[in-house]
């Protein structure tokens, strides 16, 4: 039956986040008996195996939880792991084993000069390749993907939702043609006419070297859709992202313009299949972003076990500037979704 997901408290389920774990709970969770990543304190370099050779990917586990466990899939293409640390404060106190990761091409990963590694079949094989190697499964595999990383999480959910058992999209519409039109159509007619005029100016002159486009850019945009605080105040390890991303794997997949995608990706659409998908899911949409929440309120409807979660004060990064909503429908769900799994399968 297709539900919307609204945040509510859940009673118990969410005691551990609110108040903390207990302290036999909390010896459980840091428990690393045979864990062979205990010297690295968490940290495995993974080889992914692709028709071009073999690469490494960075991955990192927090915590011990035998049912829970998020791999976490970055935005970019070409970010990184590190604007998710802030899932540092409140996924610990809620008992959820989770994975930091580096997309091959990413800061910490190996980042071969290869653009005919970056298509999203081989992303997909590479996510499965460190699925097995961090050894999750049906029983406790939980796959967030955020922005690029939910077209990376759907795709994988369409190849491999065998190997699921809950999925989540965060800020990321089933359609980049979707998109493409919600920028034009809303976005952009929302802006300053004249700042508008001089950032399409600088793209269509293909100056995206210019100082005056990023400044117009943050004050014009991402500080209204991307993260909604004075760019000066945001937080390190948004910018820490920001400067480690790899321009070139960004602008070959998402294009240059920060209003649209031109790039490999700008047909991707996966509407007409996310019937398909039958795991948990719950998408996660956001009042400012600059994807359409309502088109992801639809998206939860599609899905045949989709759950939606509505930040009304955040943007694209609504896990910074809705942090209370988001964390607690994040939580929830993974939380409630594990509760019904016991339950239907006699724990």
């Known amino acids: 039956m297709k539900k919307i997901f609204f945040a509510l408290a859940i009673g118990v389920l ?105 298509e999203i079949p081989r992303f997909v094989d590479e996510v499965e390749q460190v699925r097995k190697a961090l050894g999750l499964d049906a029983s406790n595999f939980y796959l967030y993907g955020q922005s690029w990383g939910g077209i990376l999480a759907i795709e994988y959910a369409l190849a491999h939702q065998e190997n699921l058992k809950g999925l989540i999209i965060s800020n990321m519409m089933a359609s980049n043609p979707a998109y493409n039109r919600y920028a034009r159509d809303v976005l952009m007619p929302a802006m300053d006419p004249v700042a508008l005029a001089e950032i399409q100016s600088i793209e269509e002159a293909r100056d995206y070297s210019n100082p005056r486009f990023m400044e117009l850019l943050v004050s014009q945009h991402y500080e209204h859709h991307f ?51 039958a795991v948990p899911t719950l998408v996660i949409g956001a009042r400012y972003d600059t994807m359409d929440p309502e088109h992801m309120r639809w998206m939860a409807g599609e899905f045949p076990n989709g759950h939606y979660l509505y930040c009304p004060d955040g943007s694209h990064l609504a896990m910074y500037d809705d942090q209370p909503t988001y964390f607690k429908g994040l939580i929830g769900f993974i939380l409630e979704t594990d509760e019904r799994f016991q339950e239907e399968n006699g724990h």
């Open 14 to 118: 969410l005691q551990g986040c609110c108040v903390g774990l207990s302290g036999e709970t909390k010896r459980d969770y840091y428990d690393n008996s045979g864990r062979t990543d205990v010297l690295s304190g968490g940290v495995r370099l993974i080889p992914i195996e692709t028709s071009n050779g073999t690469f490494h990917v960075w991955t990192k586990r927090v915590g011990n939880n035998p049912d829970i466990k998020v791999l976490l899939l970055h935005g970019g293409p070409g970010a990184t792991h590190e604007y998710l640390e802030v899932f540092d404060s409140y996924f610990p106190a809620a008992g959820i084993e989770y994975y930091y990761y580096d997309q091959l091409g990413s800061a910490y990963s190996d980042q071969p000069d290869d653009p005919g590694l970056w």
């Open 227 to 277: 993260l909604r605080m004075p760019n000066e105040e945001w937080p390190e390890p948004v910018n820490r992202t920001s400067s480690r991303m790899n321009n070139e794997i960004y602008t070959l997949m998402q294009g240059p313009s920060e209003l649209g995608v031109s790039g490999k990706v700008a047909n991707w659409d996966r509407t007409a299949e996310l019937s398909d998908i």
